[in-house]
């Protein structure tokens, strides 16, 4: 079990972590789900003693991760940015992490095996690639057998197959009643990795609720209109309690009334109507609505700017 | 990329885990990179050779040499011929001493260290004392090597040998000071956390600030020199104080010794406050 409790980090003037607490449990996987730049990485390195809060605590098993014995036994940890010698080779950089735990070499084989680097774990690491040094830095994260799991965007660089591997891999730990935390920026990896979401936009709680409720509260019914009277009929809408959004293509974009209701008074208003669509907005873009005020834009003095050149989210994904 | 199994690993065995584990695990890391295993290749390599090399010179040159030079090498014959393989070498020492621990920063490879070993100073303490000594033995075994070369080839000019008083602790000495030189470099590049600008100051320190030092007036300038890291430090390695020189052997490695710990004592400060 993961505790945060009103985490904190500043660097310099900007904010990376602002009040944060949340509980991981064991048996399930927990995705950390947030834009980039919403303190994901950062909470990981706070809750694993590389970095320092400014104010707050995090605690593993109700330990500071640095009071851990022997530490990798209790938390795998799988870093966003790489941690490996360029120089050393796979099974050289697992064996001095083994040394440090006293695991035995019998255990580095198996996990080479595992994440199926098997061919190249006697070559240097520097000449890997990217879904290559993920597997390494998931075998590191298994070699002790821990408990928990900190994974940060586990699935980048990773190939289709890998994708589904990891994904699997995951859901397994957590059967086996691990606590799996793992940070993603893709809201749909998550859907289908994910039991339980903690979302974080800009340093703060946005969510933590179950994957379930989060996109049945998230992803709201709307019907998309199409007329030659467009606009007599958006004031209809809007004097009968919906919310009608006309976008420049002509689309009427109704929210707050079943497509019923708008039949309905298109047809008393004597309006034709060329399209009535009812749909449920898709998860990537309930995630980006719902962030969408908490993205971070890089430049910390672009975030003086009201933020009004958000597009409205017309179904393109990402 | 191969097959990838999917069966759950069956628990690994754990041994008890305690500073010697950690001392093994900082070893494995020193000789599974390449760099540095070529760069001990070196200092043996540019040791020997330019022990021969000067003493060879030095011998051949001997009747062409002005008296003064000469009183000075039959004066101390072991300084002559450790220092002439020393001069190049302790770079790469250096060099090392720097990368040992900057390197892990450059590569990221730290958070791994300290995410196996949270409590950094034990890390570092390991890193530490692993390095000085694979210096100290290298570096003795190097002096030994250097001393049997260079003394038959200055035997008709400068006779020394093993028993004579002094000889047998600067040879020793000699891998004394690059044991300590290594741990110097050490300790600047776990400040300065940065590869090329650690050698960068190590180097200044080193080569550098010497020459400069001289180059102050009077007696301020000499006692500036005679008090800077590695020119107290090299001391160790001559059989007799020299008449110029202001501090003893073992005086000088003292203050070697305090320039050390001052930086090791800066180093593990910041190992623990700043984040990795």
Redesign the interface.
């Given at each position: 079990m993961i505790e945060a409790k009103n985490l904190t980090k500043r660097y310099g003037d900007k904010v990376a972590v602002d009040d944060l607490s949340f509980t991981v449990e064991p048996g399930r996987v927990t995705g950390f789900l947030g834009p980039n730049g919403a303190g994901k990485s950062t909470t990981m390195?706070l809750i694993?003693?590389?970095?320092?809060p400014n104010r707050g605590d995090a605690t593993i098993n109700g330990m500071h991760?640095?009071?851990?014995?022997?530490?990798?036994?209790t938390?795998g940890?799988l870093?966003e940015?790489?941690?490996?010698?360029?120089?050393?080779?796979a099974y050289?950089?697992l064996?001095?992490?083994a040394?440090?735990?006293?695991?035995?070499k019998?255990?580095i084989d198996?996990?080479i095996?595992?994440?199926?680097?098997?061919?190249v774990a006697r070559k240097?690491a520097g000449g890997f690639s990217l879904?290559?040094g993920q597997r390494l830095g998931i075998a590191?994260a298994?070699?002790?057998?821990p408990t928990v799991l900190i994974l940060d965007e586990p699935v980048n660089g990773l190939d289709p197959?890998g994708i589904v591997?990891i994904r699997?891999?995951m859901q397994?730990l957590a059967s086996?009643g691990r606590t799996v935390f793992v940070s993603s920026h893709l809201m749909n990896e998550m859907a289908v990795t994910a039991e339980h979401l903690i979302v974080v936009g800009r340093g703060k709680l946005i969510a933590d609720c179950s994957t379930e409720e989060f996109i049945e509260r998230s992803t709201e019914q709307i019907v998309v209109v199409r007329s030659p009277d467009i606009e007599r009929l958006a004031t209809a809408v809007d004097e009968d309690g919906g919310k009608a959004v006309l976008s420049p293509e002509g689309l009427l974009t109704v929210t707050n009334m079943e497509a019923a209701r708008v039949g309905e008074l298109a047809s008393s208003g004597g309006i034709v109507l060329h399209e009535l669509t009812p749909k449920r907005g898709s998860l990537e873009q309930a995630f980006m609505e719902l962030t969408r005020d908490s993205v971070e834009y890089g430049g910390s003095t672009a975030i003086a700017e009201p933020q009004v050149a958000v597009p409205e989210p017309q179904g393109e994904g990402r | 990329m191969t097959t990838m199994t999917d069966a759950p690993g069956t628990a690994p065995q754990i041994r008890k885990a305690g500073f010697g584990r950690l001392m093994l695990a900082e070893w494995t890391k020193i000789r599974s990179v390449r760099s540095t295993v070529w760069a001990l290749l070196l200092l043996v390599v540019l040791d020997l050779g330019f022990t021969a090399l000067f003493t060879e010179l030095t011998a051949s040159q001997w009747d062409k040499t002005d008296a003064s030079a000469r009183a000075a090498v039959m004066a101390d014959p072991t300084s002559t011929i450790l220092g002439s393989g020393f001069f190049l070498s302790q770079l790469t020492v250096c060099v090392l001493g720097v990368m040992v621990v900057a390197s892990e920063y450059s590569t990221g490879m730290i958070r791994a260290s300290l995410l196996a070993v949270p409590r950094r100073s034990s890390m570092l303490t390991a890193k530490a004392t692993v390095f000085t000594v694979l210096i100290f033995v290298l570096g003795t075994a190097v002096s030994f090597g250097s001393f049997f070369i260079g003394e038959p080839i200055l035997h008709s000019k400068a006779p020394v040998s093993l028993g004579d008083p002094g000889v047998l602790r600067a040879v020793i000495g000699g891998g004394l000071y690059l044991a300590m030189l290594g741990l110097f470099a050490l300790a600047l590049g776990a400040i300065i956390r940065h590869t090329a600008a650690g050698i960068t100051g190590v180097i200044g320190f080193v080569l550098v600030l010497a020459p400069l030092a001289a180059l102050l007036p009077g007696s301020i300038g000499k006692h500036v020199h005679a008090y800077l890291p590695s020119e107290a430090g090299h001391l160790i390695g001559q059989a007799r104080q020299g008449s110029s020189d202001l501090l003893t052997p073992w005086q000088g490695f003292g203050v070697f010794a305090i320039w050390t710990a001052a930086l090791l004592v800066v180093a593990f400060v910041q190992l623990q406050r700043r984040d990795a």
């Open positions: 390195r694993l003693g590389l970095d320092r991760y640095r009071d851990l014995p022997r530490p990798l036994q938390v940890a870093l940015a790489r941690a490996i010698h360029t120089g050393r080779s050289n950089h064996l001095a992490l040394q440090t735990q006293g695991v035995g019998k255990r198996e996990v095996d595992l994440v199926g680097l098997h061919e240097r879904g290559m590191a298994l070699l002790a057998d197959e591997w699997t891999l397994r086996e | -």
